[in-house]
């Protein structure tokens, strides 16, 4: 058997280490937790960095295919169609409005929803610069097409799935003239828009460009019906 | 007495964050280690109750359990058998009988 002494600092020597093992144990614990998020994070990093990659190889190919196909009318066309269905960025004379919230202090017991830009306030900015001809419009470089949403998500506003903030930047290409008169009708979106403080900047412009539609579209329910079969649309 | 070991622990633990963290791949051998310490520290105790204790008996039982069972995991990873579940198990229901028959010496005194 040990001696006194000896067997205390034995011991003592002991807990030491018994401490050291259960802390130890414990911030491996917590790093391993930590870890498992972050190695889930980048991860998917990773995969996004890859499908984008491999996006871009795939537009690369169907650029060279087009190209390869020769027929100058079917290229023509093909330009033409794509243009149309907004797969194209298109420049041109128009307009440029930048939206933000309102800077005006508001009183207090009074909404403060109503001093903030709300997706039916671009909408309905979007559909007065629709009806005043734009021919392609985009908001925050996102093109808007037949398919685009703009809806509310919590703070932000939703079109095309992306998610944005204040200020908006509109662009819309078409007759400068008629689209800067259709926003500042009398009672019109801008007025209205004006009463609560919020900031609505118009700018007229030779050259602006519309960034093309980013997004996919498939068809999954709808079909091309191919022969128009009469008495069914009554 | 008992206020020594205390400090030990406390400074142990204090130590313990200087330590550069584990690998993940060995900190299975690691708490299979702790676990057996810590049989080891409650069977100590409950040596001293029992009137049996035997310093160096602990004190070897301490350093030769926890590598053992550390060693013993090892093997298992290596080949493919979960013994780290076994370890904990056994450990774990061992520390829960010592605690109790600590509680009941206690008790009887």
């Known amino acids: 058997m040990l001696q006194g002494k000896q067997a205390k600092v034995l011991l003592f020597i002991v807990c030491v280490i018994l401490g050291t093992m259960l802390s130890t144990q414990f911030r491996s614990a917590e790093q391993a937790r930590n870890t498992i998020a972050q190695e889930r994070a980048e991860n998917l990093v990773e995969k996004l960095k890859a499908a984008e990659k491999e996006n871009r190889i795939m537009e690369e ?34 307009i440029k409005v930048t939206v933000d919230d309102s800077k005006v202090v508001h009183k207090p017991g009074e909404n403060p929803n ?27 470089k996102e093109r808007l097409l037949d398919v685009s949403e703009i ?32 926003l500042k009708l009398r009672g019109g979106v801008i007025e209205t828009l004006k009463f609560w403080g919020i900031s609505v900047e118009v700018e007229k412009s030779d050259k602006l460009t519309v960034p093309a539609f980013k997004g996919t579209r498939h068809y ?3 079909k091309p019906q191919i022969k128009a079969e009469e008495g069914e649309t009554k | 007495m008992i206020i020594i070991l205390i400090i030990g622990v406390v400074l142990g633990i204090v130590l313990g964050l200087y ?25 100590g105790i ?11 008996v602990f004190i070897s039982g301490f350093f030769v359990n926890g590598i053992f069972a550390a060693f013993l995991c090892y093997c298992g990873i290596r080949l493919g058998i979960d013994l780290y579940y076994v370890a904990v198990l056994a450990f774990g229901l061992r520390i829960f009988d010592n605690i109790a028959i600590i509680r009941r010496l206690y008790l009887k005194k």
């Open chain 1, 61 to 94: 190919k169907v650029k060279k295919l087009e190209d390869k196909s020769g027929n100058e009318t079917l290229a023509k066309e093909i330009q033409n169609l794509k243009s149309k269905a907004g797969e194209l960025p298109m420049e041109g004379p128009g």
């Open chain 1, 114 to 140: 109503l001093y903030i830009i709300h997706d039916d306030d671009l909408l309905r900015l979007i559909n007065e610069l629709r009806a005043a001809g734009a021919e392609a419009i985009c908001i925050n």
């Open chain 1, 151 to 182: 809806r509310c998500a919590g703070p932000t506003v939703s079109v095309n799935n992306n998610r944005f903030s204040p200020p908006y930047v509109i662009v819309a290409i078409g007759k400068p003239e008629t689209l800067e008169s259709a």
């Open chain 1, 220 to 222: 999954e329910f709808a």
């Open chain 2, 19 to 43: 330590v550069p963290i584990i690998p993940q791949a060995y900190v299975k051998l690691l708490s299979v280690a702790l676990m057996a310490s810590l049989d080891t520290v409650f069977g």
């Open chain 2, 46 to 56: 409950r040596a001293v109750k029992e009137g049996c204790y035997d310093s160096q």
